[in-house]
């Protein structure tokens, strides 16, 4: 069921909340909005869905530590979740966050500067390859609901790796990125852990080949709360709308309820909108 965001936003009884922020602690998903009312952060019951969500897309604002500032210029936003003035401690030049142009000297964003590495992460059968900061590997691939990855190799900045990252992408024919509904068609499946180790041993003994790389033994993700294989097809639906039923699982940016079937929505869309509790 779906609603226009002129019914959403005159909705009886719902809550207004600003969705600010969506993340993964461990194993554990986190969704924080910011109370139109009360002015303060609450967190969704990620146990069930009974909310409604607008098309339209504001700055979610920073934190400083745990205190929250929302935007003061509220200012609508598209590609990013902030604007460049509520990002501008946190990342000084918004390109350089997916591709970098410089080591640092130019942005003189710390992130530019440090150790990154490339990956290899595995969706089931489906390979992509990435890049990111080396302190932070399995954070990220948690974030973006992979199977197992396995690290291809350490750069001294984050342009050295996205370099590497476009070789490799290249050169083994492997995809930076996958469509949504292929990663959703996965789900109907439990992680072929035996394939992903062949299918990594294979792409190992390729990059050493290749690019002299040393690639490392495969590693499992295998804490989400999902349980696979999920018992039909899930159906994507779109961020805007209003979306109801009892989450069965969330992975990577995606949270499912059942409602009619197995319902997918893209999680990680909804911070900068403005969500109603009902």
Not at 146 to 153: K, M, Q, R, S, T
Not at 218 to 230: D, H, K, M, N, S
Request: glycine share 8%; charged share 25%.
């Amino acid at each position: 069921m779906f609603v226009t965001a002129d019914r959403l936003m005159s909705a009886n009884g719902g809550r207004a909340y600003h969705a600010v922020t969506f993340y993964w602690e461990g194993y554990t998903p986190h969704l924080l909005l910011y109370s139109l009312k009360e002015r303060v952060i609450e967190e969704l019951d990620l146990t069930s869905l009974s909310i409604g969500i607008s098309d339209e897309q504001m700055c979610t604002g920073s934190f400083r530590g745990e205190m929250y500032r929302p935007c003061p210029f509220r200012r609508h936003v598209e590609g990013f979740d902030q604007c460049e003035f509520c990002s501008r401690t946190l990342i000084p030049i918004q390109k350089c966050l997916f591709d970098p142009i410089c080591d640092g000297e130019i942005c003189g964003w710390d992130l530019c500067r440090r150790e990154h590495s490339v990956y290899i992460a595995f969706y089931g059968e489906k390979a992509k390859v990435g890049m990111t900061s080396s302190v932070r590997i399995s954070e990220r691939l948690i974030e973006q609901g992979a199977d197992a990855y396995i690290v291809a190799g350490t750069f001294p900045s984050r342009r050295a790796a996205r370099e590497m990252e476009k070789r490799i992408g290249s050169g083994l024919g492997i995809p930076q990125t996958h469509r949504y509904i292929e990663i959703l068609d996965e789900l109907q499946f439990a992680p072929n852990f035996s394939l992903i180790d062949e299918r990594a041993s294979v792409i190992s003994s390729v990059l050493w080949e290749k690019f002299g790389l040393s690639p490392s033994p495969v590693t499992r993700l295998e804490g989400y709360p999902i349980a696979q294989p999920l018992d039909g097809k899930p159906v994507y639906t779109d961020v805007t709308g209003f979306h109801e039923g009892r989450i069965v699982g969330v992975k990577g940016k995606v949270i499912l309820y059942r409602k009619d079937g197995i319902k997918a929505l893209n999680i990680a869309a909804v911070p900068s909108r403005i969500v109603h509790v009902l």
